[in-house]
């Protein structure tokens, strides 16, 4: 698999019955053709269900022609409309601003601060840093573009107050560069420098202003496009104008305005707009902060910077290449486009939601944690060069681990640092997203995570209760209707990881447990981190790494709130929403290499309550469950959660089953940090209680109930032996209970 391998992405993800999705394909070849596919499990290992999708005839196959798209990396900020044509009369003009380098070396090349540079017409003006770190200035003449390097060198993390004045009439160029001091050990400094060109400065243009980035007009191309963007903050940017011997205001951006969207305002009598491309960070502190208010919304000042970056992605803005209408009478369901060109192929998923007018509701509905996609998607940990990444004994390569690694145009997660080493905000479904894929292998664990190890939850309930006997909700789709939706149910099951709800979503979840609703969260690592969505921008989700968590990297001081919310990120916890509270448990530990299973407790065993869960399988005598599995070799493994009742969970919890009994995990498990107290001692599996998978059961009191699995990995012994095991067993036995009592509820 390489850059020449067909791929795609679908837009937008989830689709109502009736719905239009636009299929966008990267295709080396002179055509590829295209089926629609209800998927079922798809990955390959010989103890697992077999690989099982289903082609959907109500949608012909089709043949279409191929091109190869490439993105162009990188955040700016665009002007659309100014008065770039005006300064045709001007005399001078004068761009100023504050600026915080990130990367001002090494960014492999040239970073372009502001231009309006039209090279083919060689009119406009641009501020750059070059690729050896010196900052230069381009200008159109009569003849050519005109170049100005000083021999300035911006330092990084360093605040600058910047201004670059053009002198028409001297075709003098001059820079002031005032250096605020990082710390109480350095004081502030100012360099003036003074160059000139050959030629009259021709600085009126017709393109567009862009801030952090060049002036090309090309987001998408045949071979891969090289970013011009900018590494870092950009504050207080103001551009103005002499003629006349009368001085205009041109633009006055204030970045603190508008924070929440993608558009930036002049608050100059010009009252221009413009908009942000490939979403940059906003609600960051500039060059102004003083730690006196961490909360961008209550601040009147400090929180004016954009961090941009050259890596940012939010939208590949591929173009379609053909349209897919969904039949209106289309089952809920995970889908698949399968494109193939002769010699390589790709499955791009996408998701079709229940009918809301549908006169007949299945009970039973299980919840696809898309937002975890979100998260994860197109993860690099296994880069060994970026400051966040994961040792891991050895790496599995497949095709997809070879693609995202031969295309770096595809972006990065949200557990990635950018190439100048800060963390990322954003994540986008708006591009290929290759270890979202139905057989895909994960590089560090041995098998797979997320997407296709929840198939095999798709596959179970294919089996225990028929494709019309449940139905699939997202996500997004509980992002958008909210408890109505949920409270159409009788039964939710969560997936294996469940991990970035919003508060919407939590609200939810407990509007459906206080309604009587029964839930089986049949994961670990769940309902963790704050997570930011707006439903106008449903691509997108937003989370912002504190000062706790099982993270990759933390956010500095100052940048902790959302800029689509306010809200405070971090954890749930932290927030005071731990889901032990909704769910009975919660995170504490993860590890590679071997898991455990879990032995069962006599306190459950003699609770008559719970003798509906010990039938089958060998329940009825056997102590051991889930002492194998198809990722890690055990049932509870990855990130795995623990009973807590100092944490909110229900005083009436019942442990059924938990690793303790069963061996426990070795050393090469741990406690997550936020778990970890002084003095700091006995975190590791073998030496801390708290590292421990508990299956746990509790009811409500409005006459629901919850039963909660405590482990990431619980689904790959569900699907061990295609489901014939005692894990796969005590779940139908919990689902069937969960059903009967739903059912008879409805009389």
Known sequence: MSSSHIIG???????????????????SKSTFSSKVLRLGPGFEHPEAPPVHHTLIEAIPPQTHSGKLQFTRLGSFARIQSWKGPSLEYADSLAVEFWCQATLPQGAGHEQFLFSSLDNAASSGFAGLIDEAGNLCVRLGGPKDVQEVRFPTKLERYQWYHLRF?????????????????????EASSLVEEKQGVSEAPQIASTLPFIIASDSRDCQ??????????????????????????????????????????????????????????????????????????????????GYGAIHFHDDDLDDAAWETDFDLQIPKDLKSGCYGVLVEDGQSSD????????????????????????????????EHLYDSSRPAHFAAERITQDEYFNTLDDRPDLGISLYDSH??????????????????????????????????????????LERELGEEGYDIITDHDISLYGAPLLNRYKVLLSCSHPEYPTFQMLNSYSSYLENGGHFMYLGGNGYYW???????????????????????????????????????????????????????????????????????????????????LFHGAGLETTSVIGDFGLVQGAASGDEIDRLDYSLGTPRNA??????????????????????????????????????????????????????????????????WKAYENNVAQITANALHEFVRRGELSRK
């Open 419 to 460: 190439n100048d080493g800060s963390g990322t905000c954003f994540s986008s479904l708006k591009r290929p997203v290759l270890n979202f894929r139905s057989g895909y292998s994960h590089w560090a664990f041995v098998g797979t995570r997320e997407f296709p190890a929840d198939l095999w939850y798709v596959g179970f």
């Open 347 to 378: 499955i791009i998923p996408f998701f079709v939601r229940p009918d809301p007018n549908a006169s007949k509701v299945p009970s039973v509905a299980l919840i696809i944690p898309t937002f975890t996609y979100t998260a994860y998607a197109n």
């Open 530 to 612: 704050v997570t930011g969505h707006d439903t106008e921008r449903p691509h997108r989700i937003e989370v912002r790494r504190a000062d706790q968590g099982c993270r990759t990297f933390g956010l500095p001081s100052g940048n902790w709130h959302h800029s689509l919310t306010g809200e405070l990120g971090g954890l749930w916890r932290a927030r005071g929403r731990p889901p032990n509270r909704l769910f009975g448990l919660g995170s504490c530990a993860i590890g590679i290499g071997d898991g455990a299973a879990y032995g069962i407790t006599e306190e459950a065993r003699a609770d008559p309550r719970l003798s509906f």
């Open 654 to 719: 019942v442990i059924i089953a938990t690793t303790k009994l069963a061996g426990g995990h070795g050393d090469n498990y741990a406690l997550f940090n936020e778990e970890s107290m002084f003095p700091m001692i006995n975190t590791t599996g073998k030496t801390s209680d708290k590292v421990r998978s508990d299956l746990v059961y509790f009811e409500t009191a409005s006459g629901g109930a919850v039963f909660s699995v405590g482990s990431m990995n619980w689904v790959g012994a569900v699907a």
């Open 220 to 301: 998408t191309a045949s071979s891969p496009i090289q970013s011009g963007s900018f590494n870092g903050k950009i504050d207080a940017f103001k551009v103005e104008a002499t003629a006349s011997g009368s001085s205009i205001v041109l633009l006055d951006l204030d970045f603190s305005l508008l924070m929440s969207t993608d558009s930036i305002q002049d608050v100059s009598s010009n009252n221009f707009r413009g908009n942000l491309v490939n979403a940059p960070a906003r609600a960051v502190t500039g060059h102004d902060w003083d730690a006196s208010q961490n909360d961008w919304t209550r601040a009147s000042y």
């Open 9 to 27: 992405y679908v837009d937008p993800l989830v689709s109502s019955p009736g719905g239009q999705l636009a299929v966008k394909a990267s295709c």
């Open 165 to 185: 004045i053009i002198d028409r009439p001297t075709r003098k160029i001059r820079l002031r560069v005032e250096a605020k001091g990082k710390d109480i050990g």
